[in-house]
């Protein structure tokens, strides 16, 4: 009989070092529940845990994403998340409030990690069944009361009028803001407020991430 462990690790370094193996171990079950993507502090460890887990994946593996919102706040996220869904993985957005990482690893291991502090993340790491499978049937119940990450999306569609629409492809056109007023009728000054009013509907921090945004929902421009 395997010997059940629970154990606490400070920093990606050492939770590479210590449970690395267990990531690489995954077989037919990886899901991850999170506040956001920016669980793992250092880049490689992060990268590290990616290459483990689809090394070690086969097409029986099931790969589920539970987020919050705020996982979509960012641009990179998104597409990130586009990316991950594109490769095969589940992924849905829950308005619950989630911890700040929970990994389940085959019904078998399970890692929680802390909060951010000067000293590194703490992460604590158990084969426990009784553990793991308490927090598995949480997940569960999150999970099925989640909206998929395209119905998501779709349901947070900005509803712009057809004067925004009509700003939307002046700024698709790659026009100057004196050559988009005048083909709009507009005034300089009126257009530029129209711009500023499109930006905010979208939640954009540029005219081109503007144009990012309005494709990624899919408004016809």
Same mark, same amino acid.
């Given at each position: 009989m395997q010997k059940e462990e629970v154990f606490s690790v400070r920093g990606d370094a050492e939770l590479m070092a210590r449970a690395g193996h267990l990531f690489a171990s995954v077989r037919t079950e990886f899901a991850c529940a999170a506040r956001d993507l920016r669980t793992w502090s250092q880049p490689q460890a992060r990268a590290a845990v990616g290459r483990q887990v689809q090394a070690?994946?086969?097409?029986?593996?099931?790969?589920r994403k539970l987020l919050s919102p705020v996982a979509l706040a960012d641009e990179e996220d998104r597409a990130h998340l586009r990316r991950v869904r594109?490769?095969?993985a589940q992924v849905r957005i829950s308005a619950s409030r989630l911890p700040h990482e929970t990994i389940l690893i085959d019904r078998r291991v399970m890692i929680l990690a802390g909060e951010h502090t000067p000293a590194g993340r703490e992460y604590t790491v158990t084969?426990? %069944?009784l553990l793991v499978e308490?927090? /598995? =049937?949480?997940?569960e119940a999150v999970w099925d009361t989640a909206a998929d990450l395209e119905d998501y999306?779709?349901?947070?569609? %900005?509803?712009?009028?057809?004067?925004? /629409? =009509?700003v939307l492809r002046a700024l698709s056109a790659g026009l100057t803001d004196a050559a988009a007023a005048k083909r709009l009728g507009l005034s300089l000054r009126t257009y530029r407020r129209r711009v500023a009013e499109l930006m905010d509907a979208l939640e954009a921090g540029s005219r081109f991430q503007a144009g990012l945004r309005a494709g990624e929902l899919g408004i016809p421009r």
């Amino acid at each position: 009989m395997q010997k059940e462990e629970v154990f606490s690790v400070r920093g990606d370094a050492e939770l590479m070092a210590r449970a690395g193996h267990l990531f690489a171990s995954v077989r037919t079950e990886f899901a991850c529940a999170a506040r956001d993507l920016r669980t793992w502090s250092q880049p490689q460890a992060r990268a590290a845990v990616g290459r483990q887990v689809q090394a070690a994946g086969t097409g029986s593996l099931s790969t589920r994403k539970l987020l919050s919102p705020v996982a979509l706040a960012d641009e990179e996220d998104r597409a990130h998340l586009r990316r991950v869904r594109g490769l095969g993985a589940q992924v849905r957005i829950s308005a619950s409030r989630l911890p700040h990482e929970t990994i389940l690893i085959d019904r078998r291991v399970m890692i929680l990690a802390g909060e951010h502090t000067p000293a590194g993340r703490e992460y604590t790491v158990t084969t426990s %069944p009784l553990l793991v499978e308490g927090v /598995r =049937s949480l997940f569960e119940a999150v999970w099925d009361t989640a909206a998929d990450l395209e119905d998501y999306l779709r349901d947070e569609v %900005p509803q712009l009028d057809e004067d925004g /629409r =009509s700003v939307l492809r002046a700024l698709s056109a790659g026009l100057t803001d004196a050559a988009a007023a005048k083909r709009l009728g507009l005034s300089l000054r009126t257009y530029r407020r129209r711009v500023a009013e499109l930006m905010d509907a979208l939640e954009a921090g540029s005219r081109f991430q503007a144009g990012l945004r309005a494709g990624e929902l899919g408004i016809p421009r």
